[in-house]
């Protein structure tokens, strides 16, 4: 009994985390259909911004937000405004490969950027948050991966409101829909891309300030989860901002498990096959009739 | 495409080997055959992914699944049943074909970026499952410990102590490769594969079976792969899951290819020429004062050509050929 | 247009000039070394590097190769990227290219798999440096040779140190065994399973996980509800921080044995923490030694915190790396030649005993290089230590047959 619900309450918290990192990937695919292979390094990337604010400038790692959001999200809005509208120009669709070429290149840069400059030492955070935790009876609760889990929700709360209740928000979602007819309603689409992008990226800075209370940085840390993020955002749906916050707990849930009552190695090739299998189910036409009739 | 320029297109070709083929009795320094093996075999690789990737538009991530299945099955048949790696790797080639193809044909459903993310899953399934198992249908694969190959040094084991063997093998798995990929562009499967490839929903309304044509397209693409894994394992002599299931190069495969000039026969291996020497040689010489910087050029080169030449490298060259070709006409007729 | 001629013109000089800075000359004994630069052992590679930098300079100083008329010691360098593949191509560079009589490295060990059987075509003696799978030395050949311990001293050694805590008391019975799935990880866990079996210690937790895991909460559940006295434990950098984190947000009472690696690093133990207080770890080498070794390894060990670390001690990396290209400079200095045959030859007949300069860190009886549990040329004195970390810092309490005032302190609350 010990086992399930600790594995369950450890498994969800993780959960959260995922979601959070997955959120923004999710956002960008669904309004962008653009598949971003340097989301991994970009959280690596803010996690190293973050950790230098944190501990250089004495900042409390959850008010660091309000200096990390900001910045991710002009990284963002730049990012996609002088590098992929440029490629986008000469390409017909988001989906070309060109351009998640160009994402595979600069996820390599950025990786080995780190690697240059901060060597392949882990750096940890010292924060009062690290270690923290409190029981409920004989079980156990991280601080730090509670918070995380707290802010993943409002976070998409709060993404959910600006889609569905915003003039931005409703833009967006045309575009996911019909970027032609979009364009003919008179929507900025390559200005909305840059928003989208960069409210994509302030998400990945949220999390990433999110997770060094608990968790080392690293050169090499955006592969571990960025593929958890592909995974969840496909099982969620792209652009399914609550089905990605979903699909993020149940890839949490069932890492836990698996992992506690199996072995940690059948966890990761679990996911993955579960994670063919999501992709497989999904565009199979009983459930494409299943959606169309919802 | 007529029958002179299709003609002149196939010297230039042989021209092509002809003169690769004479590089290691140039250059005898046993590193530079080494890195021309690796350059060629790269070559070969990204040739391999781009009889589906480039001709089929089906993006695989995940190509490292199936050269790391060719490399263990030859391995295990040369150090378990002693058969020759030369038999050995066609046999791994026609097993690995049938696996990618009962894999391939559920994930073929997906649409684009949808199958390049279930390849990645592929690729990564592969590798968890090599490095989990110790033993797999019974035979010892060595988990991440690995699997060294035993050294019998004769032809019939395709061993070699002159590098240049190796060096000539793959240049000739790489004309294999290169001549099949000529036939099929010029085939009705290449067409059929190119309709696929530029709106799939058009061409299966025109009739076109697009399901067998992109499996036949997997399925030779991966025979190749596995080809590459089984000369990889006898030329390396050692494999460990982590380097042969490796996604680093799955995506490698890729780059070189479409930097190269997807869907163009010679695209791919001007990608490898160009790109792989130079990798190797920055890190050589960068790799131990400067950790990462080589991969840093690699990345950013990769950027610049993907942004400025979004048809990739071939395009530019012929471009430049037939600058070349009109000045001389123009100073002839004068 | 003109951009991308520009371009082009640009990536081809790049080329060229690369080539052009490969090119050597110096007239040398050179000695080629093979390290993870990049990639994840890039930060061992690193310590490695100034430790035989700081030996081979200490020799060239002192009048170089005495018997070749002063002439000088030059490390070439080679990035392996921890991959078998580039260290592979790298080995045959510096073979064939840079023309190095004989060769040091790789560190990981899979890397060394890959290679050796290269050095052994060549015949360059290859002398490898703290790559511990015993596999590397198994097999027929003539040129490799290791000083550092193999995975089955490391295992031994943490086994005996076990069974000796078990023996002042409480008694230990159950262990439990945590791993990364990486060569070493895998090598050294199953080293472990077979001792314990043998020795009666009961194991019931068995756990293979990815390097570099998000969450390691599912392991140390488990070990929560098993109760092992001990956890053998295999990480590296960050899995060592998140495995010690964990266990302790946990509060399992079990006591972590490492075996090295993450848990060693210089910065270990300033991340952990109060978590990693009691923790036992293995180390090739720790300055606690400098004490039963003397005057010259204490001195050695200052030399390195003033030229060639920003004021930290010796690590095992780096003392390693110190004690492998000493070796090599006293071959070399024996053989008298950078002759490839004449430095094995010499490789092979060096005997020494625990007085001999290259031993002044390294707590080894003496370096005899014999065939031992299936491994050929491996030195039959090779160990690892084991240290704890009390109040804080790391202080050497075994092996027992070393530290004879059992100062290691069992049961840990």
């Known amino acids: ?294 | 495409m007529n029958a002179k320029s299709s003609l002149k297109r196939n010297c230039q070709m042989i021209l092509f080997f002809v003169i690769a083929a004479a590089f290691p009795l140039v250059f005898t320094n046993s590193y530079f055959k080494q890195l021309g093996t690796i350059v060629l075999l790269y070559a070969f690789y990204a040739s391999a992914w781009n009889i589906l990737g480039g001709y089929a538009g089906q993006l695989s991530l995940g190509h490292g699944a199936y050269i790391g299945l060719g490399a263990y099955i030859t391995t295990v048949l040369f150090s378990e049943f002693y058969i020759s790696p030369w038999l050995g790797m066609v046999i791994s080639g026609l097993m690995v074909g049938l696996f990618a193809v009962a894999i391939g044909y559920p994930c073929f459903k997906l649409s684009g970026v949808y199958y390049s993310l279930s390849t990645i899953a592929l690729v990564n399934v592969m590798r968890l499952f090599f490095i989990a198992e110790d033993t797999i249908f019974g035979f010892k694969t060595g988990s991440s410990l690995g699997y060294k190959i035993e050294w019998r040094g004769t032809l019939i084991d395709m061993q070699f102590l002159d590098k240049k063997y190796y060096f000539w093998l793959i240049l000739l798995l790489l004309a294999v490769v290169v001549f099949v990929s000529h036939r099929i562009k010029n085939s009705k499967t290449g067409y059929y594969l190119s309709a696929i490839s530029t709106n799939q929903y058009a061409a299966s309304s025109l009739g076109i079976n697009t399901t067998y044509y992109k499996l036949k397209a997997l399925f030779i693409s991966a025979f190749f792969a596995a080809v590459g894994g089984s000369f990889y394992a006898m030329f390396i002599q050692y494999i460990d899951p982590a380097s042969v299931f490796n996604y680093d190069t799955s995506v490698e495969m890729t780059v070189l290819a479409m930097v190269g000039g997807r869907s163009t026969v010679v695209g791919p291996i001007i990608g490898s020429l160009l790109l792989v020497p130079l990798k190797e040689i920055a890190r050589s010489n960068l790799g131990a004062s400067f950790a990462g910087l080589p991969l840093i050029i690699y990345g950013v080169i990769l950027m610049l050509v993907v942004y400025f030449l979004p048809n990739g490298i071939l395009p530019l060259f012929k471009h430049w050929y037939s600058i070349i070709l009109r000045r001389r006409r123009e100073d002839l007729s004068v | ?413």
């Open chain 3, 1 to 413: 247009m003109k951009l991308k001629k520009i371009l082009a013109l640009m990536t081809v000089s790049l080329m060229i000039l690369l080539c052009i800075v490969s090119a050597n000359a110096a007239e040398t004994v050179k000695v080629g070394v093979l390290l993870p630069f990049s990639g994840g052992s890039a930060a061992m590679g690193q310590e490695f590097e100034a430790g035989m930098k700081m030996a081979v300079s200490n020799f060239n100083a002192a009048g170089g190769v005495k018997s070749m008329g002063g002439a000088e010691i030059e490390l070439v360098w080679a990035d392996s990227a921890g991959d078998p593949q580039t260290g592979v191509t790298e080995i045959e560079r510096l073979i064939t290219q840079s023309n190095v009589s004989a060769l040091l490295g790789p560190y990981n060990s899979s890397v060394g798999a890959s290679t050796v059987p290269i050095a052994e075509k060549y015949g360059v003696p290859y002398l490898i440096t703290n790559s511990n799978a015993d596999e590397i030395l198994h097999g027929e050949h003539k040129y490799a040779f290791r000083a550092n311990h193999a995975n089955s001293d490391a295992a031994k050694n943490m086994v005996d140190f076990t069974l000796a805590m078990s023996e002042r008391g409480p008694e230990i019975k159950k262990v439990a065994i945590v791993a990364d799935n990486s060569d070493w990880g895998v090598g050294m866990a199953e080293a472990l399973k077979d001792l314990a079996n043998e020795n009666g210690l009961e194991c019931n937790v068995y756990e293979i996980f990815e390097t570099n895991s998000a969450d390691l909460s599912p392991i140390v559940i488990k070990i929560k509800q098993d109760k092992p006295d001990i956890v053998y434990a295999m990480c590296y950098l960050a899995d060592a921080q998140l495995f010690t984190s964990t266990m302790a947000e946990y509060r399992v009472d079990s006591l972590i044995f490492a075996d090295g690696a993450g848990f060693v690093t210089s910065d270990y133990l300033s991340f952990a923490g109060d978590a990693a207080e009691g923790i036992l770890a293995t180390n090739g080498w720790h300055v606690g030694l400098t004490e039963y070794k003397g005057e010259v390894a204490t001195a050695l060990n200052e030399q390195y915190k003033t030229e060639y670390s920003d004021g930290t001690n010796m690590n095992e990396f780096s003392a390693s790396g110190w004690l492998n290209a000493t070796i090599m400079c006293e071959i070399i200095e024996r053989a008298g030649s950078a002759d490839r045959e004449e430095i094995r030859t010499a490789l092979a007949n060096f005997k020494v005993d625990d007085t001999d300069y290259s031993l002044s860190l390294h707590a080894f009886q003496g370096i005899d290089f014999q065939e031992v549990r299936g491994m050929i040329n491996q030195n039959i004195y090779s160990g690892k230590i084991i240290t704890q970390c009390q109040n804080g810092e790391y202080v050497l309490v075994g092996p027992t047959t070393l530290v004879k005032t059992g100062n290691f302190i069992w049961p840990v609350k």
């Open chain 1, 1 to 294: 009994m010990y086992t399930l619900i600790q594995s369950a309450i450890s498994g969800l918290l993780m959960g959260g985390v995922y979601a959070i990192i997955a959120l923004g990937l999710s956002l960008i695919f669904g309004v962008m259909k653009l598949v971003n292979f340097a989301h991994g390094d970009f959280l690596m990337a803010f996690c190293y911004v973050a950790w230098a604010v944190v501990s250089f400038w004495n900042v409390d790692p959850y008010l660091s937000i309000l200096i990390i959001a900001p910045i991710s999200f002009i990284v963002g809005y730049m990012f996609q405004k002088i590098f992929i509208n440029g490629i986008l120009r000469k390409e017909k669709s988001t989906e070309s490969p060109n351009i998640r070429l160009f994402t595979v290149g600069f996820a390599w840069s950025l990786g080995n950027l780190a690697l240059l400059l901060f060597g392949a030492n882990i750096q940890v955070t010292n924060t009062a948050y690290k270690g923290s935790t409190f029981f409920v009876g004989d079980y156990m609760i991280s601080i730090p991966r509670l918070i995380a889990f707290a802010i993943a929700l409002f976070v998409t709360a709060i993404l959910f409101v600006f889609l569905y209740k915003t003039e931005t928000g409703r833009a967006l979602r045309a575009i996911s829909q019909n970027r032609f007819t979009a364009r003919l309603m008179g929507i900025d689409v390559e200005r909305l891309y840059c928003i989208a992008f960069g409210i994509g990226i302030m998400v990945v800075g949220i999390s990433a300030c999110l997770i060094i209370p608990f968790y080392s940085v690293f050169p090499t840390m955006g592969s571990t989860f960025g593929l958890r993020s592909f995974v969840i955002v496909v099982l969620g749906g792209m652009g399914n901002l609550p089905g990605a916050l979903i699909s993020g707990l149940f890839i949490g849930l069932l890492e836990a498990f698996v992992g506690t009552y199996l072995s940690t190695t059948y966890a990761n090739m679990i996911i993955f096959i579960v994670f063919i299998i999501a992709l497989v189910v999904r565009s199979s036409n009983w459930f494409q009739n299943r959606l169309a009739r919802a």
